[in-house]
């Protein structure tokens, strides 16, 4: 079946802009997760979601970024005012919700270059 | 606070030896551990799992090794293979609480880019 989708693949923004990303995750899969990758560091995890219950947005970065799922699938990652030091690659995650939840299922990112 | 650390930013091997990936945790509480794979331009890929648990858990030609006294966990690959260049991403994984008010997320480490020389 489809996996994880993302878009855009790539998005080059001015500083000061806001951008949206969007994340569509696999069917059925009821947890969704944004992440983040800076040039060499490790994924930062940003925002979960789970069904109907209230995000964990403990990763935000900051008042700029915010979230959305709307209709428990298709997810809106919005950063406003970008910075440069918004620039990386911003990835999106599902899963299903158990005993195995830990085995979540990546898109390919969005790569954000804030100029 | 990085809670989970890879101290090697990369790992060179010769093809059919043996690859050890090794990753460090601060936080005990963790349920699982977890490998995950990614290769350029692509998400990470789930690879292989470990129970706080246990010790040891094999597929194929992956094993990871838990050792808990120490807060340390490894990653074999035998024989290695080109096929499995890529960073390598170790991760801790804290299940929901039972009262619904914590979540379940992935914490991971920084990577290491293994390459695997015919």
């Known amino acids: 079946g489809a996996g994880v989708s993302q878009s855009p693949s790539n998005k080059v923004t001015e500083k000061g802009k806001d951008v949206e990303l969007r994340c569509d995750p696999i069917?059925?899969?009821?947890?969704l997760y944004w992440y983040r990758q800076s040039l060499g560091q490790g994924l930062e995890f940003l925002i979960y979601?789970?069904?109907?219950?209230?995000?964990?947005k403990s990763g935000l970065p900051s008042d700029r970024f915010s979230a959305e799922r709307t209709g428990g699938s298709v997810s809106t990652l919005t950063i406003q005012r970008t910075q440069q030091e918004d620039s990386a690659v911003y990835l999106c995650a599902s899963s299903l919700v158990g005993d195995r939840a830990y085995e979540q299922y990546f898109g390919p990112g969005t790569r954000l270059t804030v100029t | 606070d990085q809670q989970v650390k890879q101290n090697s930013p990369s790992l060179s091997v010769q093809e059919g030896r043996i690859s050890i990936l090794n990753c460090d945790y601060t936080n005990s509480m963790f349920d699982y551990f977890l490998w995950y794979k990614k290769y350029p331009a692509e998400g990470p890929t789930f690879l292989i799992s470990?129970?706080?648990?246990?010790d040891k858990n094999e597929d194929g030609r992956f094993t990871v090794f838990l050792n808990k006294s120490a807060k340390h966990l490894s990653l074999h690959i035998v024989p290695s293979q080109p096929g499995d260049s890529a960073v390598y991403f170790c991760a801790s994984y804290s299940a929901p609480s039972a009262g619904g008010t914590s979540y379940g997320k992935l914490t991971f480490g920084q990577g290491t880019i293994l390459t695997v020389h015919p």
């Open positions: 069917s059925g899969h009821t947890a």
């Open positions: 470990i129970s706080s648990i246990k």
């Open positions: 979601f789970q069904g109907n219950s209230a995000p964990d």
